[in-house]
T-cell receptor, first 110, second 118 residues
Framework: GEDVEQSLFLSVREGDSSVINCTYTDSSSTYLYWYKQEPGAGLQLLTYIFSNMDMKQDQRLTVLLNKKDKHLSLRIADTQTGDSAIYFC??????????FGSGTRLLVRP | DTGVSQDPRHKITKRGQNVTFRCDPISEHNRLYWYRQTLGQGPEFLTYFQNEAQLEKSRLLSDRFSAERPKGSFSTLEIQRTEQGDSAMYLCASSFPISSGEPTDTQYFGPGTRLTVL
C-alpha cells in the first residue's frame, strides 16, 4: 500500500523558521495535506496543496512540493511557542482516504 | 457551523465489554470517516460512508467492529468484546465532495474518543 514518512522530531528556537519534511510513495496523489495535533486533541487542518502546484503560501505557512522526488515540506515562519505540537503530513489516495505519516513533534524553545 | 463532534471524549472499559462511540459530522457533509490512532502513530483509516452507504472498510476493521450511519447524518462505531489492543484514539472526520472553493474531500476532524481497555 501507499506510504508516507516523516522525521520524528524537530527543535527550534522561538522566532526561527521551522521546516518539516515528508516523503510519500503514491504516484497518483492529487492532494497533500498538513494537519496539526496538540496533546489529547483531534487534528486541525493547516493547509493543503494540489499535486500540480510547486508551492503554496498561507500567512506564516509555506508548502513546497517536489512531485518528481515525492517530497513535501512545511515551513513555518517566525515560529512561536504555540506552534509546539505534532505535525502530520497526509496523502489523499484514490479512494478518498487519508494516508498519514507518523508525525513530526515540533518543540519550540523560548 | 459547530464542527465535528464526538461522544464520549473518554471511555474506560474492561476487556470483553462492548462500547459504542458517536460522531456528528459538520452539517451537510455527506462523507464521514473513522480513523484509529495509537500512541506515537498517525491515524489509520478504518471505514467511510457516503450518506448512509458504507463504501469502504479497512482490513483493520475486524468482525468485532461495526459502523453505521443510518440516516446519513450521525454515525456510530461499536466495538464488541473489547481487547486491550483496541485501546486507542478513535477519530471521526467529515467532508463533502462538491467543491465549495476547497479541494474535494478536505477532511475535518473531531476531537476524538480515547478508549482505554483494562
Amino acid at each position: 500500500g501507499e506510504d508516507v514518512e516523516q522525521s520524528l522530531f524537530l527543535s527550534v528556537r522561538e522566532g526561527d523558521s521551522s521546516v518539516i519534511n515528508c516523503t510519500y510513495t503514491d504516484s497518483s496523489s492529487t492532494y497533500l495535506y498538513w494537519y496539526k495535533q496538540e496533546p489529547g486533541a483531534g487534528l486541525q487542518l493547516l493547509t493543503y496543496i494540489f499535486s500540480n502546484m510547486d508551492m503554496k503560501q498561507d500567512q506564516r505557512l509555506t508548502v513546497l512540493l517536489n512531485k518528481k522526488d515525492k517530497h513535501l515540506s512545511l515551513r513555518i515562519a517566525d515560529t512561536q511557542t504555540g506552534d509546539s505540537a505534532i505535525y502530520f503530513c497526509a496523502d489523499l489516495d484514490s479512494s478518498y482516504k487519508l494516508i498519514f505519516g507518523s508525525g513530526t513533534r515540533l518543540l519550540v524553545r523560548p | 457551523d459547530t464542527g465535528v463532534s464526538q461522544d464520549p471524549r473518554h471511555k474506560i472499559t474492561k476487556r470483553g465489554q462492548n462500547v459504542t462511540f458517536r460522531c456528528d459530522p459538520i452539517s451537510e457533509h455527506n462523507r464521514l470517516y473513522w480513523y484509529r490512532q495509537t500512541l506515537g502513530q498517525g491515524p489509520e483509516f478504518l471505514t467511510y460512508f457516503q450518506n448512509e452507504a458504507q463504501l469502504e472498510k479497512s482490513r483493520l476493521l475486524s468482525d468485532r467492529f461495526s459502523a453505521e450511519r443510518p440516516k446519513g447524518s450521525f454515525s456510530t462505531l461499536e466495538i464488541q468484546r473489547t481487547e486491550q489492543g483496541d485501546s486507542a484514539m478513535y477519530l471521526c472526520a467529515s467532508s463533502f465532495p462538491i467543491s465549495s472553493g476547497e479541494p474535494t474531500d478536505t477532511q475535518y476532524f473531531g476531537p476524538g474518543t480515547r478508549l482505554t481497555v483494562l
